[in-house]
Structure formats: structure tokens, C-alpha cells
């Protein structure tokens, strides 16, 4: 047992940066008054500074302008606005129709599912072997009833990346609004919206270090979208509900703190995880692709053993890892992005998911391969489908 | 530790007894299958004068709560005669075990299931069972009973997976409420194939989804 947890579930979140919270600090006890207007009182005055700052961080990361963003209480809602917002303000389309990629997160393929059982038709283009969504398959889904399309920027289970700018000209092209999800992406990989046509963007604080509770919607101007959520007119009146503020300066300061050097150093840990593992544990499968995918995420198959056997071994030895494992979720169903990329049920129970964040070290992983390595052999050894080579 | 297991389950998870494939075994059973998560092979060595179970060992394709029941199942198992070991129980397997998640149960089950087949093998072998029964409906729907439903982790009987069954001159057909396209489809199919194609009389066996 290590003295310390070495966690490596960084795609479902992050140790909060220590700076991050310095930064948050005032805004619980200095500057706590809600965002008032211009000729409110200074405490107020000074929150809303504070608020715009944020905003404004957030759209130059990824080339908006700060009226552009929305603050949620993070992806979730964001996805769920984003959907939603723009199904209502489109209802007038005799056919309804929104498209969203076999892989999806939750937050926006249950939206989708939830659509579906009101009425709306719902499109799941399919991807290839790697991840990678099938473009023509898209081209041909969409239609003039088309209301919207959502493709995830990364996975966050393979850590697959999509070529969002193909997806997003496809889009234009066709007169459709766009939505991406880029909680497993956002500030790892760069998204430029005045480049890239995308009409939506999700993004999340607590992929990246930032404070859990607090993501934000892109909206690009002149996107029809309607409230989902009634109450007040905060966030221009598109978003009900008093502003995190504290919440959004974390946010920000989480965004300033994530550099190029580190996306290296991530990436670098998943290269070399990768390696270790197809070099020295025999039967070993990487799932998504080789080549685009984000840096910090690596997702492996060891066939022949379950992978909540291998969660808990691991556990037990101070790590902390994901499968795709039906055993290892509530629901009992195997991952559905394993199966999506055309892996069998076995492959979906044996994959653990790496990902990496700020604190790892290349010792960390070191660590972890070994101790994978040996539970890999410990579980083969009585497993019925492990036949010794 | 926090886990959802008592003590116990993570010792059994931990330091498995009886593990390991036995080359001679004069019975084997094998329930599940990796299709629906997890797997049990159980293997016997059984005193052919007294009937008392000498040896027994297990493999398991599984999770915690599949590894651990396995194992005190072995443990319950050894120096009993087959009669005594085919009433051990889930229950009681459980019980010994300090208590199972409920969502658990399927997982755990498989084990007595295995130990139960392997003790059917080792009578089918050693010509124990009086007369070949003829495979009915009933036959049919009790060696269904062996198969999981994924979605709930329980029996597609129970969780009436299973609409119709048909049996005439060997040929068996087994209509399910499920879409052929559902994620566990072809699980379910191999599993029923498995368990119903083995049976003595059957020729052919055909499962028919929803459309």
C-alpha cells in the first residue's frame, strides 16, 4: 500500500489547484455580493468585474467574444441548455429531428434519448473502429427538419478526438446549428470558434483543475436559443439564477494555470503508459485512436480479466482507475463507447482508463504499470479464458 | 477500505482458496459467460465409493462478488457428498460471506451454479441419473433460469425476458422480449444457445427477438 492515493481518474475530475481556491477565496469573504448593475454598490459593483473578468478569460480561450458565454453550474447543464435552448427556440420545425454521435457523454445522449421519447427524432451516427465519426454518414442524416447536431469535441472514455472543423463545415454547409461537447478537451486541446464554425461549445471546470460546480455554454451570437430554466434575467437573461461567482473566477484562474508545456507533459505520460503497457503485458488492446486523440487520457483493454477485479486490486494498492466494466457501474451495463467502436462485452469488462492530471508524476505511472502488470497475471492465472501461451 | 463488500468477500478477493484448473477433474461445470461479465468454472475430484466431493477448484472470469463466492462455495463443498453440496445455497453461500451488494446477486449466483453442474456432469458421467429425461417446456424454461439478464442481474425468466417457448421433435424455439439490436442481444443469444443445445434430444434451437 503506497502511503499516498495515486489517483488517475482525472477525466472524471481534478484535485482542485491550490491557486485556483487562493483566487476564489475573496469572492467568499471579501467580495461576496451578488453582480449588481452599474450603479449598485461597490461591493456589487466589484463582483461583477470580477464575474466579466472571468467571462472574458474563458471566451479568449477559445477566440469568443465575452458576450458569448454563458456560466453554468457545469457540462451538464450546459449540454442540457444547449439542447434544449436550441430545440425550443426551433420548435416551429414540422419534423423535428437532432443528430448526436453513438459515443456521447450522458449529458447529452440522454437528452437526446429524452427527446426522443417526446416526439422528436433522434439520429446516432455511428464511428469508426477508433472512435472516429463516420462524416458521410453525418452529411446524410442531416435534413432541412434537422434542428441540431451534437458531436463531442473528445471522448472521455478512448479520449478520441474528433475533427470538429470537418464537422462543423459539414454543418454550415447544410444551414444546421452545431453543439460540442468539450468537457474532455477543453484548454488540452486548442478550439478556435472564429476558425471553427461550431454555434455551441460546453466546457467544464473540474476537468481541469478549476472548482466542481461551474462550466459555461459558447453560445455564438445570433444562435436562437431559448431559457430553459425560468427566474431571474442573470447571464443577459439567458440563464436563470444568482452567478457563481466565486465559482467563475476559479474557473478562469483554472484556464490561465493549463499551459502547452504541461499538455506536453500529460501527453507524455500517456505515451509512455501506453508503451509500457503493449510492450510488457502480453494481450493487451489501446482503445481509440492512436494518433488524435486528447494527451491526457489512455485507455487499455487487458483481455481474459474483469476489469471491477482489477479496479479493486488496484485500490488496494493506492490507485485509483476507471473501467468500462459492467460490474463496475450501478446500471450493469457495459461501456457503451467500447461496444460503439465494435469491441465485444469482454473487451468493455477488461479496460481501465488512465488519465492524467496535473499531480502525476512518470513515477506514478511507473508505479501503476507495475502493479497492473502484476494483477493482470494474478487474475489470468484463474481465469477460465486465459489459456498460458 | 469503503467498498460495498464485507471483510470477508475482500479476504475471499484477496486470497481466493481452491483456485486453478484441474486436468483430471471427474466433473465440470461452467456458468456464464464473458459476454454478460462474468464466468465460473468449477472443477471436482469426487470419491467414486462414498461419493464425498475430495477436491474442488475453481476459475473465475469475474468480479469481487463472483471471485469471493466462488470461493467459500469450494470451501463449503470439500468433504461433502455430492447430495449435501447440491442444497448448498446462494443464501447460505452470502450468509458465510458477511452479506452481497444486491445489485451483486447475478454475479454471485453463477458460482453455485457451477458447482451445480459440475455435480450434474460428474452423475451424467458416472451414470447417476436414472433415465435420460425428455426436454419439454419445463426443461427448456428451468435451464433458462440460468441465464442472465444483464439489465437487471437476474434471470431472463424472472425478469420475463422470455415470452414463448416451443418444443416439438427436438426443435426448440425461444421467443424473448427483446429487439435483436439491443446492446445485450447476442450475449443473451450465445448464453441461451449454450446451456439449451447441449441437452441430449435437441436437434436444433432457434431464438427469436422483437422486432
Known amino acids: ?129 477508433e472512435g472516429i465519426l463516420d462524416l458521410e454518414e453525418l452529411k446524410n442524416a442531416i435534413t432541412e427538419n434537422t434542428a441540431l447536431v451534437s458531436i463531442q469535441h473528445a471522448n472521455q472514455e478512448i479520449g478520441t478526438l474528433q475533427d470538429i472543423e470537418a464537422i462543423a463545415n459539414i454543418c454550415k454547409e447544410k444551414g444546421v446549428l452545431l453543439h460540442s461537447d468539450a468537457t474532455h478537451s477543453y484548454t488540452r486541446v486548442p478550439i478556435d470558434v472564429s476558425k471553427v464554425p461550431v454555434d455551441l461549445l460546453t466546457m467544464s471546470a473540474h476537468t481541469i483543475h478549476g472548482p466542481r460546480g461551474v462550466g459555461a455554454l459558447y453560445i455564438r451570437e445570433g444562435t436562437p436559443i431559448n431559457k430553459w430554466m425560468d427566474g431571474g434575467f442573470q ?17 478562469a484562474k483554472a484556464v490561465e494555470l493549463v499551459t502547452p508545456e504541461e499538455n506536453e507533459f500529460l501527453k507524455s505520460l500517456r505515451d509512455h503508459i501506453i508503451k509500457r503497457a503493449e510492450e510488457e503485458i502480453p494481450d493487451v488492446t489501446l482503445n481509440g485512436s492512436r494518433s488524435q486523440r486528447v494527451p491526457h487520457n489512455a485507455n487499455i483493454t487487458f483481455h ?35 461496444l460503439g467502436i465494435g469491441g465485444d462485452h469482454e473487451r468493455a469488462h477488461g479496460s481501465l482508463r488512465f488519465t492524467f492530471g496535473r499531480y502525476n508524476t512518470k513515477e506514478d505511472v511507473d508505479a501503476i504499470i507495475d502493479a497492473v502488470g502484476e494483477i493482470v497475471e494474478q487474475l489470468r492465472a484463474i481465469s477460465p479464458l486465459y489459456e498460458k501461451k | 477500505m469503503k467498498f460495498p463488500y464485507s471483510k470477508k468477500v475482500l479476504e475471499h478477493f484477496q486470497n481466493p482458496r481452491n483456485v486453478g484448473k484441474m486436468e483430471d ?34 476459475e473465475s472470469y469475474g468480479c469481487a462478488s463472483n471471485i469471493a463466492t ?125 446451456k439449451i443445445e447441449s441437452l441430449w434430444d435437441v436437434k436444433e434451437v432457434k431464438v427469436v427477438f422483437t422486432e
Open chain 1, 1 to 129: 500500500m503506497l502511503d499516498k492515493m495515486i489517483y488517475l481518474d482525472n477525466a472524471a475530475s481534478t484535485r482542485l489547484d491550490e491557486k485556483v481556491l487562493e483566487a476564489m477565496k475573496p469572492y467568499y469573504f471579501d467580495i461576496y455580493a451578488v453582480a449588481t448593475s452599474e450603479f449598485g454598490y461597490s461591493m456589487g459593483i466589484d463582483a461583477k468585474e470580477a464575474l466579466q473578468e472571468s467571462r472574458q478569460t474563458i471566451a479568449s480561450s477559445i477566440g469568443a467574444s465575452a458576450e458569448e458565454i454563458v456560466f453554468t453550474s457545469g457540462d451538464t447543464e450546459s449540454s442540457n441548455m444547449a439542447i434544449k435552448g436550441v430545440a425550443a427556440a426551433l420548435l416551429n420545425k414540422k419534423d423535428k429531428h437532432i443528430i448526436v454521435s453513438k459515443l456521447e457523454d450522458f449529458p447529452v445522449l440522454n437528452t437526446a434519448k429524452a427527446f426522443e421519447k417526446n416526439g422528436y427524432k433522434v439520429d446516432y451516427i455511428s464511428v469508426d473502429s
Open chain 1, 235 to 251: 447571464e443577459s437573461n439567458r440563464r436563470a439564477g444568482l452567478e457563481n461567482i466565486p465559482g467563475a473566477v476559479g474557473f
Open chain 1, 304 to 338: 481474459y480479466v474483469e476489469g471491477e477485479s482489477m479496479t479493486l486490486h488496484l485500490d488496494m494498492r493506492g490507485f485509483a482507475v476507471s473501467t468500462g466494466s459492467a460490474c463496475f457501474s450501478r446500471s450493469l451495463e457495459a461501456s457503451h463507447v467500447i
Open chain 2, 25 to 58: 477433474a471427474d466433473g465440470k461445470g461452467l456458468e456464464g459467460s464473458p459476454a454478460c461479465g462474468d464466468m465460473v468454472a468449477v472443477y471436482l475430484k469426487v470419491n467414486e465409493d462414498t461419493k464425498v466431493i475430495e477436491d474442488v477448484k475453481f
Open chain 2, 70 to 194: 466462488a470461493s467459500i462455495i469450494t470451501e463449503l463443498a470439500k468433504g461433502k457428498t455430492l447430495e449435501e453440496a447440491k442444497n448448498i445455497s446462494w443464501k447460505q453461500a452470502t450468509e458465510e460471506l458477511g452479506g452481497l451488494p444486491p445489485v451483486k446477486a447475478h454475479c454471485s449466483v453463477l458460482a453455485v451454479e457451477g458447482l451445480r453442474a459440475a455435480i450434474r456432469d460428474y452423475e451424467e458421467k458416472h451414470g447417476l441419473v436414472s433415465a435420460k429425461e425428455p426436454t419439454t417446456e419445463n426443461v427448456v424454461r428451468s435451464r433458462l433460469k440460468h441465464v442472465m439478464n444483464p439489465m437487471a442481474g437476474l434471470d431472463i425468466v424472472r425478469t420475463e425476458l422470455v415470452t414463448k417457448i416451443d418444443v416439438e421433435d427436438g426443435n426448440v424455439r425461444i421467443l424473448l422480449d427483446l429487439p435483436s439490436n439491443h446492446q445485450f442481444a447476442a450475449a443473451i443469444k450465445e448464453d441461451i444457445l449454450e
